[in-house]
């Protein structure tokens, strides 16, 4: 089957993950070049995604959407706070192990996109360039104060997720 939105959201997450491991592609460093655009397209896709898709998906179907959107939205919170501490090669690798996490169910058979491309099956091209036509967020330097790293440990317990632990299972992970 045909699927263009998924297709879309899809190659999207490609082009963001490839970002992030140009960022730590040199072992130990931070390339904040490719940050900075990993964070501003980052922001981008979830603003597609809560702004365009979602909200064309409930209007189809609010049932079913209101029963699966609340956790993408803590995951969308939890990924934005995480945005804001200036990187570290820790802070990078909870962030790989949430998207990776939060892509997968997205993409997967049967998952997020696949019902959203459903329910909007007949508003797919103008979705598309609705899609397409999204600018980016504009976005404030890292803020290194203490309360911002707090507030992303706070956005990822409200999404069921404790930040100590995905470490760990990120770092026992080889990827
Ligand atoms: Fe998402
Ligand atoms: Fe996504």
Do not use: W
């Amino acid at each position: 089957m045909n699927k263009p939105i998924h297709q879309f959201f899809t190659e999207d997450h490609h082009r963001i993950e490839k970002l992030l491991i140009n960022a730590t592609k040199k072992s130990g460093e931070i390339e904040m070049d490719y940050y900075h655009q990993f964070r501003t397209q980052l922001l981008r896709h979830i603003k597609m995604e809560e702004k365009i898709l979602f909200p064309a998906a409930k209007k189809a179907n609010p049932e079913v959407m209101k029963e699966l959107l609340p956790q993408y939205r803590l995951e969308h919170g939890a990924l934005t706070a995480l945005m804001v501490p200036p990187p570290t090669l820790s802070l990078i690798k909870v962030i790989r192990y949430l998207l990776d996490k939060h892509d997968l169910a997205e993409e997967e058979p049967g998952g997020l996109y696949d019902v959203c491309e459903r329910l909007t099956h007949e508003q797919t091209q103008e979705i598309l360039e609705q899609l397409m036509a999204t600018k980016e967020v504009p976005v404030h330097p890292p803020n290194p104060a203490p309360i911002a790293m707090a507030s992303a440990r706070r956005a990822l317990e409200r999404a069921g997720y404790d930040y100590d632990e995905m470490l760990r299972n990120a770092e026992s992970q080889k990827k």
